[in-house]
């Protein structure tokens, strides 16, 4: 689908990886609404990029994924704001120094999160409820792919989930028009990575042993994926990985067949 005159939600759209998929949109000729919790970086976000494409192109909204208020909100001020709705990316997520203490928190931002933006994508860009289709990608991470270890058991288990809801939507392009496809980066140059509390932390140790193995690769490489699974017709229910030593690559697709003998 062409990118320019569609309208794109982002979450965890004003920093880090977000920050750079909604640059990639609007050098493409979208629209952004940016969902985030922190206003303070938003609203900065914001003010930049209107400087660069124009007020009436980008929209930061104050949203938090694990509200299905806010969220049910903030879609509808979105199409109140730029008429329509045509790209979802669930891009909002969080790591966990210590999951013992608040892995319910995980997973209500990194899982139920990312399901509460494609069922409200769903309901605003499907054929079924009056919309014109459109894309929804979202992000996991080569933890769903590679586990890592039980210091992030319940962040694997999240970014897992993110990637078998994805790869089990391949039907909504017929019924509703809408193509779901998703993303895994390996760890990405960010905050969170460079955050000297993670760098201090015992689990960050391991983690850094992973990244001194895959190397660190650029917000930017994962906006360009997430640029090609929108713009890609061919891409439904994909998987596609970005690391430092293979670049973007789409995952084999496995399709099992059902057969009465398994039922």
Same mark, same amino acid.
């Given at each position: 689908?062409?990118?320019?005159?569609?309208?794109?939600?982002?979450?965890?759209?004003?920093?880090?990886?977000?920050?750079?998929?909604?640059?990639?949109?609007?050098?493409?000729?979208?629209?952004?609404?940016?969902?985030?919790?922190?206003?303070?970086?938003?609203?900065?976000?914001?003010?930049?990029?209107?400087?660069?494409?124009?007020?009436?192109?980008?929209?930061?909204?104050?949203?938090?994924?694990?509200?299905?208020?806010?969220?049910?909100?903030?879609?509808?001020?979105?199409?109140?704001?730029?008429?329509?709705?045509?790209?979802?990316?669930?891009?909002?997520?969080?790591?966990?120094?210590?999951?013992?203490?608040?892995?319910?928190?995980?997973?209500?931002?990194?899982?139920?999160?990312?399901?509460?933006?494609?069922?409200?994508?769903?309901?605003?860009?499907?054929?079924?409820?009056?919309?014109?289709?459109?894309?929804? @990608?979202?992000?996991?991470?080569?933890?769903? %792919?590679?586990?890592?270890?039980?210091?992030? $058991? *319940?962040? +694997?288990? !999240? #970014?897992?989930?993110?990637?078998?809801?994805?790869?089990?939507?391949?039907?909504?392009?017929?019924?509703?028009?809408?193509?779901?496809?998703?993303?895994?980066?390996?760890?990405?140059?960010?905050?969170?990575?460079?955050?000297?509390?993670?760098?201090?932390?015992?689990?960050?140790?391991?983690?850094?042993?992973?990244?001194?193995?895959?190397?660190?690769?650029?917000?930017?490489? @994962?906006?360009?994926?997430?640029?090609?699974? %929108?713009?890609?017709?061919?891409?439904?229910? $994909? *998987?596609? +990985?970005? !690391? #430092?030593?293979?670049?973007?690559?789409?995952?084999?697709?496995?399709?099992?067949?059902?057969?009465?003998?398994?039922?």
């Amino acid at each position: 689908m062409k990118i320019q005159g569609s309208v794109a939600i982002v979450t965890g759209g004003a920093q880090g990886i977000g920050k750079h998929i909604c640059r990639a949109l609007l050098s493409r000729g979208g629209k952004v609404a940016i969902f985030d919790v922190d206003q303070e970086k938003g609203t900065q976000l914001q003010e930049r990029l209107q400087k660069q494409y124009g007020t009436g192109e980008v929209k930061f909204i104050t949203c938090d994924v694990t509200s299905e208020s806010q969220m049910t909100d903030s879609f509808k001020k979105t199409k109140e704001a730029f008429g329509q709705i045509n790209i979802v990316c669930n891009n909002a997520g969080i790591g966990a120094l210590n999951e013992g203490a608040c892995w319910e928190r995980v997973v209500d931002i990194n899982l139920k999160g990312v399901i509460r933006g494609q069922l409200l994508g769903i309901q605003h860009m499907g054929w079924s409820h009056g919309g014109t289709g459109g894309a929804i @990608v979202n992000v996991a991470s080569l933890a769903a %792919i590679l586990p890592m270890g039980s210091w992030q $058991a *319940v962040y +694997t288990a !999240t #970014k897992s989930g993110v990637m078998a809801l994805s790869k089990s939507c391949k039907d909504l392009k017929e019924t509703e028009g809408i193509r779901v496809n998703c993303i895994c980066p390996g760890f990405t140059n960010t905050k969170m990575v460079k955050n000297p509390q993670f760098l201090a932390s015992e689990s960050s140790y391991r983690e850094k042993d992973i990244i001194s193995k895959l190397g660190l690769i650029s917000p930017e490489e @994962v906006a360009s994926g997430v640029m090609q699974l %929108i713009e890609d017709e061919n891409y439904n229910a $994909a *998987v596609m +990985t970005v !690391t #430092k030593t293979k670049g973007i690559e789409i995952l084999e697709k496995w399709t099992p067949r059902l057969r009465k003998s398994n039922l």
